[in-house]
Each structure stands twice: as C-alpha cells, then as structure tokens.
C-alpha cells in the first residue's frame, strides 16, 4: 500500500467517524480529520491532490503531500474573485518549468534571496528528493546546489528546508528512530550532518518545522518540544521553555501545535524566547478559533460565519466564505479559499488587510480540486498550470 493510499484509507474511517457530529453551522470550518508533517520521511513536494469521500458528504483535501482536512462538502464557498491572481498583484507572480534538470518534477523549498528560489527535484519513483538548485526567477538560469545523498550513515530521504546565513539546512528521517540535521552552503559544496536528535516511539512526524535562526538550525518535534543546533556541528540543545511547544516563526514558539496534544485553537499560546513577551489568542462566547499565526487568528464565530481578527481580539472582520489552507496565516494576512457553486470550481487568493482577491487559475473537476501548497516560511505560494510552475511571492505585494 502507498503512502497516499494508506493516508486516505485512514482518512476514510476517520471521516466517516465524524460525519454525524458536523453540527449544522460548519459554513465555513474546515474539520482536521488528519495532519502529518513529512511522515516516514517523504517530502511534502508532490503536486497537490484532491478526493471527495462518500461517508457523510464530507470532502478530503490533500495538499503537498503533508496536509490532509476535511470539510462539508454541501457549505457554500468564496465569492469568485473579479480577476485573475495576475491582473490584480502583477509583481507577486512568478513562474517556471514544470519540471526541472534531468526533466524530474520540482517545487520551491525556500526563497534563498528576492529573486532567486531554493527548488528541489523529485525522484520519478518515490517522490523522494533528489537535488537542490538556485533557480534565477528573472533569468531562468539555474545552478546545482548538491545532490542529496538517499543514504549516509543510515541518515537519507530530506525534508523541511530552510535558507538563513548563506546555508541550506534540512532534516532526514535515519535508522533506530533518529533524526539528522544537516547543511550545505547555498553556493555549493558537500552536506553536512550537524547533529542528530532521537524521535519518540509512536512519532512517525519526527520534526513539523525547521528554520535558521542566525547561526544556528531551530526546529521543534511534532509531539512537541523546540531545539537547536549550531550551522558548523554540535550538541543538539533544548531551547529555553521550549518545552512541549512549537516553532511558529522564530522567535515565536508556542502551544498547541498541530499534533500530539489535546485538540484547541493551534498557536493560541505563543511566546517570544528572544524578549520574553507572551501572547493568548482571546475567545468570545460561542467562537472557535481554529489557528492563530504571530497576530491573525483564523475561525468561527458564534453565528457560523468564518473571521479573521488579531490576537487580542480587537479588528474583527468576517470572511466572505471558508478558509480552505488551515496553517497558520500565511504573512498574517492572507488566506485562500475555494469558490463555486454546486462544489469547488476554483481557488482564489484572498488580502485581509485590503479586500482584494485573484483567481489562481486552478480549476476543480466535478467535486474534486488541488489546493496550492506552501513553503514552511509562509511566503510562497505554488502549483501547477499546465507546463509552467506558478509561484506567489505574497512579499512582494504592498
């Protein structure tokens, strides 16, 4: 059985599970049947997906790979935005070949620097990462980094990359539960493992986010729990009341994360380990907050309608459908959202702070559609348009 197959048969039951319990105002929520964060090691890089499960008109989304929801597939959806994702925000959009050296499939880890993207290629077999490149958004050249090694002291198959101090950093799932942290630079060279950290029995996530944080790797444990490690080599050591929490955006950490513990608003605890500065996501009677990022939180309000509003409470404002992407908002101002009548036509890119939307141009088949994946830093939005690679560079809009 394949990673997919096993990830909806389990999808599947839970589904099925919770049909009868969707109360009637699930408008706009989108209900986590399952997360997982690079499960048994395989990249979260392939494209997106998309299935509708019979048991309780409930749809299930893949996306990436790494994120499985589930939603009532009979609650309306977005308003249709007036125009496309290019005619509104110009200079966010960027695109490339959709496959990469060697004619491989390949997808955007990281931006490395304002033009140019971290891209990794994908095994045809497996889906497995191969190789990291430099790809040049303007001039469409493009420079090998390093050929990943599938297996190195029992330590192989790449995940979570981040880009910071002129360094690539991932993690790879290894032997005897343990995780490996390693690095290259971003002009090229030889990677290099820079320490290691053991994974609980019954963790088969290993680590939901990694980032460089100056000179060091930061990253936290599904189960929960913040680390780092020094870019040369070194001990692996926890960070200072980082304990049972998880990295947001360093240097924010906070609690709950997106598995192993009980269910609640995600992030509604953050903590700033650099100045000590704490925040909690408020909560009106009747509310149910689903995901807070550094100052939006995401959910639904006491009369069913999906909201958008900052920690504290303060400058609420009520969504015109559901948020389809349940991560943490990405730039702590967007969010996206299908749209259609009679199920999912389309996605749209929607700006909290401005109103506006644009179509992405991704289209549904019947009750089915992809969603857009993103890269861990929430910068990036990315997915496939016949032979070109579209990316969003949600930075680049004012």
Sequence with gaps: ?????????????????????????????????????RRRARTALAAAAAVVLAAGGVAAVTRGGDTI??????????????????????RAVLTAPAKGPGGLDWRPAAMIDDRTALMVTVTARGGWAAALYAY???????REIVTLPESADGYGLANGFAVGNGQVAWWSSGKDRVAGLWTVPVDGGKPRLVGTRSIKKGDGSGIDVLAVAGDRIVFSLYT??????????????PVEQGAGMHLLAWPWIGTPGQGGEPHGTEYARILNVETGETRTAVTEPGEQIQICGVTLCFGQGADGRSLVRHRDGSASKVLPGRVALMEPPTQDRFFVSTYGDGGP???????????????LGIRGDGQMISLPS???????????RGDRLYLIDLSRIR
């Design 224 to 237: 929960g729990g913040v680390f780092s490690v020094p870019l040369t080599g070194g001990p692996v050591e």
């Design 136 to 142: 040049d958004l303007d001039s469409g050249a493009q």
């Design 374 to 384: 993103t890269d861990p830093s929430g910068r990036l939005l990315s997915y496939l």
């Design 1 to 37: 059985m394949t990673e997919v197959e096993d990830t909806l048969r389990r999808t599947f039951g839970q589904a099925e599970e919770q049909a009868p319990r969707l109360p009637a105002l699930l408008a706009e929520r989108l209900v986590a049947a399952h997360r997982r964060r």
């Design 345 to 359: 036509r389309g996605v749209g890119l929607y700006d909290v702070d401005t109103g506006k939307a644009g179509d």
């Design 69 to 90: 929801t589930a939603v009532p597939a009979s609650q309306p959806l977005s308003p249709k935005p007036d125009a496309s994702v290019e005619q509104v925000w110009p």
